[in-house]
């Protein structure tokens, strides 16, 4: 049977007050048996010590005056009850008996005509008794008393034991209750203590957790979406190969199918990857110059026709990798929307980097393959806290990025 912590919890309090208790009667006991003997070890010393001075005075061992006490010349002049338990030899001793006597025994050393002789002190203390008197007349008050503790004691462990584990079992009710795709939030977040620290570090973990979650299921939804176009088009083109051979219009086809699935697939490990990207200072104008010399080399283009309005440095907050990717992007978005003959306009005023390219009055709308991938765009946007939109017009496109500013 499997236990929870407060039960184990109560169990070792419990356990503790009531070991607790037991010893303190024990020891309480034991000092009161002890304080006993000695009370009456005392009145043996006291005792001896007048007959010694007597001794002196007189020369004879005369009787005590305490009814308690009885002097004896020899050790065969003791009981025989005395002298079955006590040696010749020992300086003192205590015996108990079956009858209800008990006897505290003190040898004294005297001097009788130059040669030593050993008297005895035999007290009877079995009326003067008070621990086995109080055990018989208030032995059930006491053990009530004891009870009551011991109770007051589950009672205080029961509650310690519930007030210090129920923080935790409500962090594992809220635990057990999260949802996939819910907020994690912990009630016991705001503790000073360690439940707190803990439920802190379990929010951030299911938090990971849950963005882990989230960049696998977007990743394996633009792997369906974006790669199918691609390789679709790549099929038919193929098809089509075993029955005529294929043209320089289908080679081209082919080839644009395959650039967009790279750098599909490109975009989509940097996403996957954007958790372990961390951000930095970006220098946003030479990424886009970088994108322009690549567009050039990749597209025929008129370079008369990119009107460019960049301050001399441009420092952003931004992973570089991700910053080519979406400049790469915007600007094939535009070749493609725009064609060979368009104006393209880059331009950053007020910290919005906008990318403008005219559309020839009339053409159709042009939507195919990865360079149009608005959500991928908005999500590598997305992943370094910048804001991007998209204006379509009769005749102007238009691209608006709101980067991190550098601090």
Known sequence: MVKSIRQRLFAALAGFAVLLCLCYTGLALVIAYVTEDML?????????????????????????????????????????????????????????????????????????????????????????????????????????????????????????????????????????????????????????????FLARRLETTFAELQAVLQREQAFTRDVSHELRTPLTLMHNTLALAHAQPLGGREQAQLQQSTDEMRATIDVLFALARAEQLPGEMVELRGCIEQCLLRLLDDHPWDTSLLSLDLPERLEVVGNPQLVMLLINNCLANVLFHGGPDCRISIAFVQGCLSIDNTVQPGQPRRVHGFAHGQNLLLRLAQAMHWDIVFQSGVTRYRVAIVPAPAQ
């Open 40 to 196: 009456v070890q005392r009145l043996l010393e006291r005792e001896a010590a007048a007959v010694g001075m007597r001794w002196q005075q007189h020369g004879k061992l005369t009787p005590s005056g305490s009814d308690l006490i009885t002097v004896y010349g020899s050790y065969l002049d003791l009981p025989q009850t005395v002298r079955d338990h006590v040696p010749p030899s020992a300086p003192r001793g205590e015996v108990f008996t079956t009858t209800g006597q008990h006897y505290h025994v003190l040898a004294l050393e005297m001097v009788a005509g130059g040669k030593p002789q050993r008297s005895y002190l035999l007290a009877d203390v079995a009326s003067v008794l008070v621990v086995s008197r109080l055990t018989r007349e208030v032995g059930s008050v006491v053990a009530g008393v004891a009870l009551a503790l011991i109770a007051l004691a589950l009672l205080l462990a029961y509650w310690l034991a519930r007030r210090l584990v129920l923080p935790l079992q409500r962090l594992a009710q809220e635990a057990r209750q999260l949802a996939p795709g819910s907020a994690v939030h912990f009630s016991e977040r705001d503790r000073p203590d360690e439940i707190g």
